[in-house]
């Protein structure tokens, strides 16, 4: 039976009136009963009626299902029956299915082999000479595209960048518009995040600049691709927005190996969730990223859990400093976490940030874990930690985080990881006494 956190709960709710609603029935005074087996949650609450209304859960997308006349999905009794298990999971002891389940779980099988007999049906190979066709017009958009782009960079070189912070929104969206129009979805979205630079703060002239010139570097970079390595074209199409498809990552050798489940991050934009995962080989100290895309009240993938080990084959994305994986297969059986490799201090992590910048300079994040650092705070009130050799690592974290931090280590020393951006660290996870706590750094929604 897979764990679940509150955060994970959080994410398949579909507002945050869900979610309250859903804590609320998370005590078994307000169940008739509840049960549980490796593959399904189920329970009776007791609502208005004279009749409790039957909740069920099948944990392995995780979907909902409840007698409710509720429209949301998924209501208030699901998410509370599954606040209740992840806060207890003792209490959904083995039990009987009950037929009302049974007859759920199999109308969904039977589902699932329909839909999967019709996709194998309707397969079909596709025309080589309409796939090459298509091929060519979006490279020839796309160089056009670049043209258009390369010209609006040269506007901004000599009218300089003083006083865009005065400029609207549609100053960066019409040219990040015209790049979408391209097909080059890539150098759009960070054209767009371009926007918010001049608002954030001391130092946005450099801020900007950096992210002006690295996508003028994709710019200029495509026009002469074909003399790049192949994994450094493949980052280069990635900035872009081109696209492989997982079928071609899974074809592709995979790399078997007990992998650590280190931390984990959600992110919302408007109505897409973004879940990232990050993992580290034992035996091939080697980081993998795998994400978890969901829209609107679609569950996100609850398989990978953070504070575990996983004896599984991964897929990398072709790239020269690969991250992003699939997993090809694994093995349902999942080990506690009490240890993750680290590097010792600040410069053991900033030389290996280097080195991958080096092979990929379009690199925007990298993993990482540090041994031996305790938390503090300087004379403005800025959080921050120490290191072994006393060096200072910046914190990048929305206000009320440092306190989950002192609270889980006690001012002690202890090893930490997340996502290092080349200015400060996004904590994710905290290692204590070899307990993996997770740690949310932007929280979509109170956890207390």
């Known amino acids: 039976m897979p764990a679940f956190s509150e955060v994970q709960v959080i994410a398949l709710a579909p507002d945050e009136g869900s979610v309250k609603s859903g804590r609320e029935l ?37 979907a909902f299902k409840c007698s409710c006349p509720s429209r949301k999905f998924p209501c208030k009794h699901g998410l509370g029956l599954l606040f209740l298990f992840a806060r207890d999971a003792s209490s959904f002891n083995s039990a009987q299915v009950p037929d009302w389940v049974k007859q ?18 309707g397969e079909s190979t596709p025309d080589p000479v309409a796939k090459a066709k298509r091929q060519s017009e979006r490279l020839l958009k796309v160089e056009l595209g670049l043209v258009e782009f390369r010209l ?24 990040a518009a015209r790049l ?16 918010g630079i001049p608002n954030s703060g001391e130092g946005w002239q450099a801020r900007l600049l950096e992210r002006l010139s690295l996508m003028h570097l994709a710019a200029e970079g495509y026009t002469r691709i074909d003399q790049l390595p192949d994994d450094l074209q493949q980052d280069l ?80 994305f072709p790239s020269a400093s690969p991250l992003r994986a699939l997993v090809k297969k694994r093995s349902e059986l999942m080990q506690p976490l009490h240890h993750f490799s680290a590097y010792k201090n600040a410069d053991e ?12 300079p379009w690199l925007e994040i990298l993993p990482i874990a540090v041994d031996n650092v305790v938390a503090g705070k300087n004379s403005s009130g800025q959080f921050f930690l120490i290191d072994s050799e006393n060096s200072i690592i910046p914190l990048g974290i929305s206000h009320g985080v440092e306190w989950q931090i002192l609270a889980i280590t006690g001012g002690h020393p202890f090893s930490i990881f997340g996502e290092w951006n080349g200015e400060n660290l ?23």
């Open 104 to 121: 759920w779980l199999e109308s969904r099988d039977l589902l699932s082999d329909k839909r999967a007999k019709k996709k194998e049906e």
């Open 152 to 175: 609006w960079l040269q506007d901004r070189v000599r009218q300089g960048i003083a006083g865009l912070e005065r400029q609207s929104y549609s100053f960066w969206e019409t040219p």
């Open 426 to 448: 996004l904590p994710l996870s905290l290692l204590v006494n070899g307990q993996l706590h997770r740690i949310d750094p932007r929280p979509v929604v109170s956890v207390t």
């Open 349 to 360: 992590f900033l030389q290996a940030f280097a080195v991958e910048l080096g092979l990929n």
């Open 26 to 62: 998370a005590n078994l005074r307000k169940w008739v009963s509840v049960g549980g087996s490796e593959r399904a949650l189920w329970g009776d609450c007791q609502g208005g009626g004279s009749r409790p209304y039957q909740a069920c859960i099948d944990l392995s997308e995780p």
């Open 237 to 316: 199409r990635t900035v872009i927005g081109f696209t492989t498809s997982q079928d071609e990552v899974l074809n592709s050798d995979g790399v078997s190996d007990d992998w650590q489940i280190i931390g984990q991050r959600l992110d919302i934009d408007d109505k897409l969730k973004v879940q990232r995962t990050w993992l580290r080989g034992e035996q091939s100290r080697r980081w993998a990223l795998v994400l978890s895309f969901a829209f609107g009240m679609q569950p996100l993938d609850v398989s990978l859990q953070p504070g575990f080990v996983i004896d599984a084959e991964l897929c990398f």
């Open 180 to 195: 979408t129009d391209a097909q080059a979805p890539g150098l759009a979205r960070q054209l767009r995040q371009c926007a």
